[in-house]
């Protein structure tokens, strides 16, 4: 079992952060981290933590706090236990650190350094002064492959390059709405012909404790592309967690993609959405009262008509649809979907 000790020195809303650029054969090489370091025989993390923070600063540590515990794990390696210190109570003169330089860092620029991504999350619960907590994560290289807090799994999703392709970069839903990373989502409209000839569109009422837009009707089913899989697998999956709706990929007619972007603040948090979304229509009769509601996320669901629904999404503040994608749905019902009928 390998135990270590990471620690941010706080002054004057700055992070005493260490450049890792002095060793050739480092896991952390050119990456922004605190300071810190494994345990020495028979030494407490407080041991540990105060010798290192000497050793690596020459700073006496005078007030310090212990905010969590972190489960590292490195492609399949032992796992790393580490304790993860702050501690804006110091005293001696500053030395030069044989791991790489010390820099005193402004807390909102900490975000822009090279960090490791599983790191962002919990700069995230400093900055939120969550209580003691446990975070584990679990990285294949430099790539983020799990992350669990408290837990309660983390999503993690694959940020995309202009071109709309997965970067190789992963990272946590709430950090990717809070920067506005170019992400992937699925998105599944429900629809049932009229006797008039036109068409219904089932919509979702979303769950008023929501992170972003709680109350307001949105798509049948839509959900984030979990890092590393698919838009169809993860349209099917959102259907039957959502509304309790068991569908094949097959019964699912692919429209195209959309990219759509909104920005607004949501219990106080930024939102800044950026998403390329597969856009799917599914034909498959339903009855209200057979879907078994997802209650966190579905309040309730209705059928609406199509036209209706467009001008809802051009205008109405309690309808978070985008108005362009409404109206490719519109328009596949009608042109493909109802000449299909109208020949059938």
Known sequence: MKLTTLCYLEQDENYLMLHRVSKKNDVNKDKW?????????????EDCLL????????YRLTSYRL??????????????????????????EPTECSE?????????????????EGDRIFFE??????????LK????????????????????????NEDGEPSGLVRERG???ARGDYHRTSHVWLARRREDGGFDLLLQKRSRNKDSYPGCYDISSAGHIPAGRDYRESAVRELFEELGMAVSQKELHFLGFHDGRCQGEFHKRRFDNHEKSAVFVCLKPV??????????????????????????????????LFADEVAMVKEYLEKEIGALCEHG
């Open 137 to 160: 994560l679990h990285y294949r290289g430099d790539r983020l492959s799990e992350a669990v807090l408290d837990g309660r799994p983390l999503e993690l999703l694959d940020v995309l």
């Open 100 to 116: 790489g330089v010390l820099e005193w860092v402004p807390k909102e620029d900490v975000d822009t350094l090279r960090l490791w």
């Open 67 to 92: 905010r969590g515990i972190v489960t590292f794990l490195f492609n399949d390696e032992e796992a790393e236990y580490m304790f993860l210190y702050t501690a804006d109570g110091f005293e001696g």
């Open 51 to 58: 010798r290192e923070a000497l050793e690596e600063t020459g």
């Open 287 to 320: 009855e209200e009262e057979t879907l078994i509601l997802q209650k966190d996320e579905v309040e309730s669901v209705c059928w609406m008509e199509v036209s209706q629904v467009l001008a809802s999404a051009r205008g109405d503040a309690g309808f978070c």
């Open 175 to 177: 950090m990717v709405h």
């Open 33 to 45: 981290i605190g300071i810190g370091g494994k345990f020495e025989f028979g030494e407490s993390p």
């Open 125 to 134: 619960l400093l900055k939120e002064n969550a209580p003691f907590f446990s």
